[in-house]
């Protein structure tokens, strides 16, 4: 039941986070500023977005529900959080004062701190399921190439 518990709080702070995000965007994405970046050749279309990241925040959320049944520590908590806050404030660095820079680093810190769950907490207990964390892993990179694009070209 605790597992089963977690994972819908998980599911509402993730995809909360998500929503809040989405927020700060508002629509930027089909505005004047975006839509005039040059951006990187291998930029997926729009779509591609939101399916990678209910993806990403399904396998995450089980992953935490099962960390968090195992290790509910205070320093696994702020870990979590500084996560979740670097995610929303991507997408306000990014798309409202349009500082790029700013936004490239908080993601690069990002992808740091979810690598840092798959190196740190996949001991024996959650050895296969830290595999869950692979797909947030590969699209941080990806998005942190499409950032850096963006800082360097434009």
């Given at each position: 039941?605790?597992?089963?518990?977690?994972?819908?709080?998980?599911?509402?702070?993730?995809?909360?986070g998500l929503a809040l995000g989405n927020w700060f965007m508002g629509d930027a994405v089909t505005?004047?500023?975006?839509t005039n970046l040059n951006k990187a050749p291998w930029t997926p279309p729009g779509w591609v977005f939101g399916a990678?990241?209910?993806?990403?925040?399904?396998?995450?959320?089980?992953y935490l529900s099962y960390l968090f049944s195992i290790r509910n520590?205070?320093?696994v908590i702020?870990?979590?959080?500084?996560?979740?806050?670097?995610?929303?404030?991507?997408n306000y660095l990014f798309f409202n004062p349009q500082l790029t820079t700013l936004a490239l680093?908080?993601?690069?810190?990002?992808?740091?701190?979810?690598?840092?769950?798959?190196?740190?907490?996949?001991?024996?207990?959650?050895?296969?399921l830290k595999y869950l964390l692979l797909p947030?892993?590969?699209?941080?990179c990806i998005a942190t190439s499409l950032n850096a694009y963006v800082v360097l070209y434009n």
């Open positions: 039941m605790k597992k089963g518990y977690l994972l819908v709080l998980f599911l509402m702070i993730n995809f909360g505005g004047e500023w975006y990678a990241w209910t993806l990403i925040m399904l396998c995450f959320s089980i520590s205070k320093f702020a870990v979590y959080s500084v996560a979740v806050l670097l995610n929303v404030a991507w680093v908080n993601i690069t810190l990002l992808t740091l701190v979810i690598t840092y769950f798959y190196i740190s907490f996949g001991d024996d207990k959650l050895s296969r947030y892993i590969i699209w941080l």
